[in-house]
T-cell receptor
Framework: GAVVSQHPSWVICKSGTSVKIECRSL??????MFWYRQFPKQSLMLMAT?????????EQGVEKDKFLINHASLTLSTLTVTSAHPEDSSFYIC??????????????FGNGTRLTVT | GESVGLHLPTLSVQEGDNSIINCAYS??????FIWYKQESGKGPQFIID?????DKRQGQRVTVLLNKTVKHLSLQIAATQPGDSAVYFC????????????FGTGTRLTIIP
């Protein structure tokens, strides 16, 4: 089945530094990938929709200058948390749908990246 | 046992029993619904989906029921096993809208050996 890989699976960084998270579709192409954030014991909240070859679409309340998204190819999207602060500590999850998938084919999720900002 | 996802976020069920997890969705325009299972420290895993032109769909040990009249979705897991312990989320989408999924609150299911 379709596999979405995230890297790294966890990262610890100091406050003020930037962290890049990669999301790859391993055996399919995805024009659209989605980035979610999940705080402990809470649901997944969509941050942004990453579109291959164009600018990402951010959800209300998500700072685009803080969470930089790049979708340079059909198999890779990156999320960079710039000038990270402790409140950015969270579980970041990406997802993708196969390019040839029918409308409403299920999204495939990565295994998430646990970010801890000290 | 049963749970209402929004008000009872935890559910404990004896191994071998059946479980029912409920979800109330908010958007009457939603026409595609998915149940995901999330184990600790992992991303959501697809379980089963259903479109709005159906009211029931069955998979292996799982059944999803959809009641569009009251905007209610449920996931039934038969003969629960320890590996079923996880958090279960319902998600909704619109077929001809954008591709964004909206996730429900989630219910933590614990299987008691």
């Amino acid at each position: 089945g379709a596999v979405v890989s995230q890297h790294p699976s966890w990262v610890i960084c100091k406050s003020g530094t930037s962290v890049k998270i990669e999301c790859r579709s391993l055996d399919f192409q995805a024009t659209t990938m989605f980035w979610y954030r999940q705080f402990p014991k809470q649901s997944l909240m969509l941050m942004a929709t990453s579109n291959e070859g164009s600018k990402a679409t951010y959800e209300q309340g998500v700072e685009k200058d803080k969470f930089l998204i790049n979708h340079a190819s059909l198999t890779l999207s990156t999320l960079t948390v710039t000038s990270a602060h402790p409140e950015d500590s969270s579980f970041y999850i990406c997802s993708a749908r196969e390019l040839q998938g029918a409308n409403n084919s299920p999204l495939h999720f990565g295994n998430g990246t646990r970010l801890t900002v000290t | 046992g049963e749970s209402v996802g929004l008000h009872l976020p935890t559910l404990s069920v004896q191994e071998g029993d059946n479980s029912i997890i409920n979800c109330a969705y908010s958007n009457s325009a939603s026409d595609y619904f998915i149940w995901y299972k999330q184990e600790s420290g992992k991303g959501p895993q697809f379980i089963i989906d259903i479109r709005s032109n159906m009211d029931k769909r069955q998979g292996q040990r799982v059944t999803v029921l959809l009641n569009k009249t009251v905007k209610h979705l449920s996931l039934q897991i038969a003969a629960t096993q320890p590996g079923d312990s996880a958090v279960y989320f319902c998600a909704e989408n619109r077929r001809f809208g954008n591709e964004k999924l909206t996730f429900g609150t989630g219910t933590r299911l614990t299987i008691i050996p």
